[in-house]
Every structure is written in C-alpha cells, then in structure tokens.
C-alpha cells in the first residue's frame, strides 16, 4: 500500500492551494480517507475527512469555510483544497486511509495507511 501526497509548497497568506494524494496497493473506493496535519511542536491533527463516496465530509473548527476535501475514486486521489491560507495553516500534511467502511472516520485510530506528509509553509 502507498498513499503519495504532493501539492505542497512555500505561499504568502491568503492564496490557494490544493493538496493531491493518490492511493496504490488498496480499493480506494472502499476506504474512508482524510487529512492530517502536524504542526512543529504540536500533535498531529484531523482536520478534514471524507467518506468512500463523497458524501459525507467533516472539518475541523480551524479550517472550516476554508478547506474543501475531495475524492475521485476513479483516479484513486483525495484532495484538499485550501483557501485563505493562513500563517497558522503552516504544518506537515498526512493523507491516510482509514479501515474500510461507508461512514466517516474522525479518530486517528480508525486510519490504517499513511502518506509519507507534504510541507505546507504559509508567510505571513
């Protein structure tokens, strides 16, 4: 199994940027995927997830409004989409893939296989 991230980058607050993980190894269409993010110094994060079809999605307080998660279960990618980005967003950010299912997975221990992070540095 391989999660590859990418889309990550150096940006001045306020801009955009998406975010693509791609899945191998696994029926991504069958898995619950989300995002992650560790901040230096603080704990990892969930702060966006979303359900094998697309259905269902969840936000942290801190991104909400912000943030769009996405899934093309053709392409075996999950996305976040991110928008006004700012100095606080900067962190290490995690696609994972949870235990298979139909709902949403909200607790860490819920997700199996883990992207290797992408950088996300916002200037303010």
């Known amino acids: 199994v391989q999660l590859q991230a990418s889309g990550g980058g150096l940006v001045q607050a306020g801009v955009s940027l998406r975010l693509s993980c791609t899945a191998s190894?696994?029926?991504?269409?069958?898995?619950?995927m989300g995002w992650f993010r560790q901040a230096p110094g603080k704990e990892r994060e969930l702060i966006a997830a979303?359900?094998?079809?697309?259905?269902?999605?969840y936000y942290a307080d801190s991104v909400k409004g912000r943030f769009t998660i996405s899934r093309d279960n053709a392409k075996n990618t999950v996305y976040l989409q991110m928008n006004s980005l700012k100095a606080e967003d900067t962190a290490v950010y995690y696609c994972?893939?949870?235990?298979?299912?139909?709902?949403?997975?909200?607790?860490?221990?819920?997700?199996?296989?883990w992207g290797q992070g992408t950088q996300v540095t916002v200037s303010s």
């Open positions: 994972a893939a949870a235990n298979r299912g139909f709902g949403l997975r909200t607790s860490e221990p819920a997700y199996e296989y």
């Open positions: 190894g696994l029926t991504f269409s069958s898995r619950p």
């Open positions: 979303i359900n094998w079809n697309g259905a269902m999605t």
